[in-house]
């Protein structure tokens, strides 16, 4: 594992990007595993304006994202779907629909979706370069404190830590969703490399523990440790 001080949140944001184009353009058929969340908007901002400035061609491009809340439909605000179209897809509009997946937080039998939603990463992978964010109590994804490291694909009951931190979003913390099915921690780690990205000081406490802890289910971004290919962009309030 790698980890860089990139001084502020705009400059980790654009070189982020900035691997994202490359592996786009070198690549044409990639897979990418993308993230939401408010450590990404610039990141993808970025990347729009290096797509748009120079045409390039992502209709190859097949894209998986990590998670989604369940029982959100998908053009609700604060789903990952409505992130994701209002954040890249809407804003560069010339990626396959039919290459850009989610899991459906809105299945009737959430089991069922999450199993198939594993199925699909599986058939169309490996992800060449998966995008994570880091949750002050080291969930990555929505893989909470106490997930199996041989975790797929799953429902996850969203710890109260989680839910407050989200509450930000939403008018009232009652209306934070209490559940996500998200990939797992096995999952994540087919991917071929890895990014995570943490700014601002709430996160530095979360940077330090990646840093200390070798493998501890209790802090599930640890896992990290055990991929060959894992770079960790942070500013200078994370770096603290």
């Given at each position: 594992m790698n980890i860089t001080n990139l001084g502020t949140r705009d400059y980790a944001s654009f070189y982020v990007a900035c691997e994202l184009y490359k592996q786009i353009t070198q690549h044409p058929h990639s897979k990418l595993g993308l993230a939401t969340g408010g450590t990404m908007i610039e990141v993808y901002r970025f990347l729009v304006e290096l797509l748009s400035r120079n045409n390039i061609?992502?209709?190859?491009?097949?894209?998986?994202?990590?998670?989604e809340y369940v029982?959100?439909?998908?053009?609700?605000?604060?789903?990952?779907?409505?992130?994701?179209n209002e954040n890249l897809f809407k804003r560069y509009p010339h990626f396959n629909a039919s290459l850009i997946h989610l899991p459906n937080g809105n299945a009737e039998r959430l089991d069922?979706?999450?199993?198939?939603?594993e199925a699909l990463i599986n058939q169309q992978g490996p992800v060449d370069i998966q995008i994570l964010g880091i949750g002050e109590n080291g969930h990555i994804g929505f893989n909470e404190p106490g997930t199996d490291i041989n975790s797929r694909t799953h429902i996850v009951d969203?710890?109260?830590?989680?839910?407050?931190a989200n509450s930000r979003y939403f008018e009232d913390e009652?209306?934070?969703?209490?559940?996500?099915?998200?990939m797992g921690l096995s999952t994540i780690m087919q991917a071929k490399k890895i990014i995570l990205l943490a700014f601002g000081e709430k996160k530095s406490i979360a940077i330090e523990k990646l840093l200390q802890t070798k493998l501890d289910s209790q802090f599930p971004a640890s896992i990290l440790h055990t991929h060959p290919n894992v770079e960790v962009y942070v500013d200078d309030a994370s770096a603290q």
């Open positions: 061609d992502v209709s190859g491009i097949e894209t998986f994202n990590l998670d029982g959100l439909v998908d053009n609700h605000e604060e789903s990952y779907h409505y992130y994701m069922e979706e999450a199993q198939r939603y969203l710890t109260y830590s989680t839910i407050k009652a209306e934070v969703p209490k559940q996500a099915i998200s």
